[in-house]
């Protein structure tokens, strides 16, 4: 005899089944990571105490772990995170005063007394040691607000996207098809949505360029069944290593130049401004306190630069790569 479960359990199944994704996520992609390094990463939990982030086993029903790998022979340093937390937000602050979101949906919650809220999610920033090598981000998240088993409002969100120093357009490519077939299963209208977003998002307004050469990214997503979009956010975290790490193989044992590697630290200089004046996500957590502001820092490059009106060589590599940023491209 079949039964239908109360919204409840539902729930608590559904939060269940989206930390262990994420988990699988992280833990997998370190050690498929650390496979092809020959480095180990390593590993801090943390824990909240007097609102305040220290060093120790995370408590409760929250977990919340940082991991770094320094000085590895393929990559320079990579920053990786894990969280699945319930917490509150300050009295007064709502997740868009707070930089969460763009829209006022989830702020119909009275927030004098604080909003209680559940987040879950993974993310890896990796520099390579190499040049030639492109820098990767990728994120995915699970947001709600209300109680842990009756939310208000909740959503996906999150992405990959690559940050070359010398663009490849073979790279370019496969990255974006991994990505498109992965989307393509679920929705034809995805990919050419999500692409936009990640171009319109991962654009450094004050330079009039974007970050990188894109991939996907979407927010807020809550438009079909929690369950029918974690499906697809599952697939996704599972293509993130099938496109980025062939990248990796290809290119790292490439030869390159100082004047290559000066251009590497400029790159991750634009990486650097786009963390400290665009991204959302890292000023919500700051101000709300979601985030250890040691996991900002850990996904910073080891070692950047500013060069003043470094403007690229005509007709060079660099000045090819400057002009696709100040105009993203189609790739597939």
């Not at 894990?82 to 979101?101: D, R």
């Not at 009275?110 to 909003?115: F, L, N, P, Q, R």
């Not at 990505?179 to 692409?195: E, G, I, S, T």
């Not at 786009?274 to 040691?294: C, K, Y």
Request: proline letters at 5%; charged letters at 20%; glycine letters at 8%.
């Amino acid at each position: 005899m079949l039964t239908t479960l109360e919204p409840k359990q539902q729930q608590e199944n559904l939060l269940k089944a989206t930390k262990s994704v994420f988990r699988q996520m992280f833990d997998d992609t370190c050690q498929a990571i650390e496979q092809l390094d020959g480095t180990a990463f390593t590993e801090q939990p943390w824990t909240r105490e007097n609102n305040t982030w220290v060093m120790g086993e995370s408590k409760g029903d929250s977990i919340y772990i940082d991991r770094a790998l320094l000085g590895g022979t393929v990559f320079e340093k990579i920053g990786v995170n894990y969280v699945a937390i319930n917490g509150e937000l300050p009295p007064g602050m709502t997740f868009q005063k707070a930089g969460a979101l763009a829209t006022d949906e989830a702020d119909q919650i009275d927030s004098e007394k604080g909003t209680p809220f559940f987040a879950t999610g993974t993310s890896f920033v990796i520099h390579p040691r190499n040049p030639m090598v492109p820098i990767v981000h990728c994120n995915y998240r699970y947001f709600q607000v209300g109680k842990i088993s009756e939310p208000q409002y909740w959503w996906f969100g999150g992405g990959a996207d690559l940050t070359p120093a010398y663009l490849f357009e073979e790279d370019a490519v496969h990255f974006h098809k991994a990505h498109k077939a992965v989307c393509d299963q679920y929705d034809v209208a995805y990919y050419p949505r999500f692409k936009k977003w990640c171009d319109d998002y991962f654009h450094i307004s004050h330079r009039g360029e974007s970050r990188g050469i894109g991939g996907i990214f979407f927010d807020q997503l809550n438009h079909l069944p929690a369950e029918q979009l974690l499906e697809f956010v599952t697939d996704c975290t599972k293509v993130f290593p099938q496109a980025y790490l062939p990248i990796v193989e290809r290119c790292k044992d490439m030869s390159f130049t100082e004047e290559n590697k000066q251009w590497q630290r400029i790159v991750r200089g634009r990486y650097v401004e786009f963390i400290l004046t665009s991204d959302r996500g890292a000023r919500f957590g700051l101000a709300s306190g979601m985030v250890n502001h040691q996991s900002i820092f850990n996904c910073m490059p080891p070692a950047a630069s500013w060069t003043y009106d470094d403007q690229p060589n005509l007709g060079s590599q660099e000045a090819s790569l400057r002009a696709v940023l100040k105009q993203p491209r189609e790739w597939v």
